[in-house]
């Protein structure tokens, strides 16, 4: 092979990354950041979505972007070579194999507790073969004349097993706490079967249930409802058109001191890239809530949303 083209090959990196340099040079910082940041998904269609992006926040640069975006994925490595050297994933807890959402929170609520507050939840999903691992967890507080009028968290965890593309079996543990509820203290265990109903990129719905035990602490009296439950949740999602999604999640959970009832309501419109805007509302009724709290609690949400 001719010594000039091997010389000429091995410059070829060097002098893609003086280009870039050149490039961005010519533009804000923030949209060579965000063009470094969908560089390093390795995906030429992900770079092109940006440049796009970010054409339309800084149209004054947009020569400058598009030249970016264009040697950015020229020197990207050829799809062969990507297939016979897969990157490694990291793991378990590696960031890149997880999809799911981030986002930040105006919170209004009513019932027994009546405020504005703030909150922050996550919402993570990973598939890893015939297991799904799923993690929530949200965090809302409130203060007003320095005392606290809104303190809640949760978390939860549930790992499905898929017997086919459709039905699963499912073991889910879940925490919550919200100091105004009556309870100190809600804990969660159970396991059961959940079916797809309908499953496709623009609209899924899904049953699932099965048996549990709860676990409830009481704030005023001590007492602790501890009872064999059982809980059944329903999940349907449309995507109304492209960036504009529409959930409904509703579930319950029966023991005999008292069946509680949560359905959630929400709207999501993207604005760029992976971040979106929502709209939520939370509806929560307990039965026989302790003495004192009323069955009640509402919970509005204004989100702004990251995608990964």
């Known amino acids: 092979m001719d010594r000039r083209f091997l010389a000429g090959a091995a410059a070829l990196p060097a002098f893609l990354s003086l280009a ?60 062969e070579a990507a ?5 490694p994933t990291g793991g378990l ?47 809302d507080y409130g203060e ?14 549930k ?11 499912y073991a889910r543990v879940a925490y919550d706490e919200d100091d105004f509820s009556g309870f100190d203290y809600r804990l969660f265990g159970g396991a059961g079967l959940g079916h797809y109903f309908a499953k496709s990129e623009e609209f899924t719905w899904k049953l699932e249930g099965g048996p549990g035990y709860r676990y409830s602490p009481i704030d005023d009296t001590r007492e602790i409802e501890s009872e064999l439950a059982v809980y059944a949740a329903t999940e349907l999602d449309w995507l109304i058109r492209e960036g504009v999604k529409f959930e409904q999640d509703f579930n319950t959970t029966w ?19 992976d971040i979106s805007t929502g ?8 039965t026989d ?12 949400k204004a989100s702004l949303i990251y995608g990964f």
């Open 159 to 169: 790992l499905d097993y898929n017997f086919t593309d459709r039905t699963y079996a």
């Open 279 to 286: 709209l939520s509302f939370e509806y929560r009724y307990e």
């Open 93 to 139: 807890l590696a960031v890149k194999p997880w999809d799911g959402k981030i986002s930040a929170s105006g919170v209004m609520s009513s019932g027994n507790s009546e405020n504005a507050a703030v909150g922050v939840a996550v919402d993570a999903a990973r598939t890893d073969g015939e297991f799904k691992h799923h993690v929530k967890a949200y965090f």
């Open 83 to 87: 297939e016979q050297e897969p990157a």
């Open 255 to 273: 023991t005999s001191p008292t069946t509680t009832f949560q359905s959630i309501t929400s709207l999501t419109t993207q604005l760029w890239g």
């Open 144 to 157: 007003s004349n320095n005392l606290t009028n809104q303190k809640r968290w949760g978390l939860s965890y």
């Open 20 to 79: 870039v340099a050149q490039q961005e040079a010519a533009m804000p910082d923030i949209a060579a950041a965000m063009l470094d940041a969908a560089t390093e998904s390795g995906d030429p269609a992900e770079i092109a979505a940006v440049a796009k992006a970010v054409k339309a926040v800084f149209p004054d640069y947009a020569e400058a972007i598009d030249a970016s975006a264009q040697t950015r994925i020229a020197a990207l490595e050829p799809p």
């Open 289 to 300: 809530p302790p003495l004192g709290r009323v069955n009640t609690d509402t919970i509005a």
